[in-house]
């Protein structure tokens, strides 16, 4: 996990609500999550197989979206892929690129935002 990331989530949990929508099975997931402990800021966690298409297709943020009873215009999905960039598009949401976890960012020019460390994302929510 990089730095600042673990301090974010307990920031950003304790004022919003917060999803993961993964392309990750559960069995996959559960295979690796217990060596971060992130899980607890988490209220809602969206697998793949759990919606009819997966990222890019928004339907994956939406479900998220549907579950914390969230709207479009105040939500904003962060992730580090074109994939998720598109997939909060599709799902008609903004998009903030966790740059810290990206080599190149020049694929990104249709993101809302860029974060360049944890704490900008903390800053600027």
């Known amino acids: 996990m990089y730095d600042g990331v673990a301090l974010m989530l ?3 949990a304790r004022k919003h609500q917060l999803g993961i929508a993964t392309s990750n099975s559960p069995e996959e997931f559960a295979a690796h999550h ?5 899980e607890q800021y988490f209220k809602t966690f969206v697998f793949a197989g759990m919606t009819p298409k ?9 479900l998220a979206m549907h579950n914390l009873k969230g709207q479009a ?7 580090d892929t074109i994939h998720d960039l598109q ?7 903004a998009f ?5 976890g990206v080599d190149d960012v020049t694929s990104f020019t249709e993101a809302e935002y860029i974060f360049q460390t944890p ?3 903390v800053d600027k929510l």
């Open 119 to 121: 704490a900008e994302l």
């Open 73 to 79: 215009e105040t939500s904003i999905y962060i992730g």
């Open 54 to 62: 997966m990222k890019p297709a928004g339907d994956p943020v939406l």
């Open 96 to 100: 903030g690129l966790a740059a810290w």
């Open 87 to 93: 997939a909060a598009h599709n799902a008609g949401v």
């Open 10 to 12: 307990e920031q950003l």
């Open 34 to 38: 217990d060596r971060f402990k992130i």
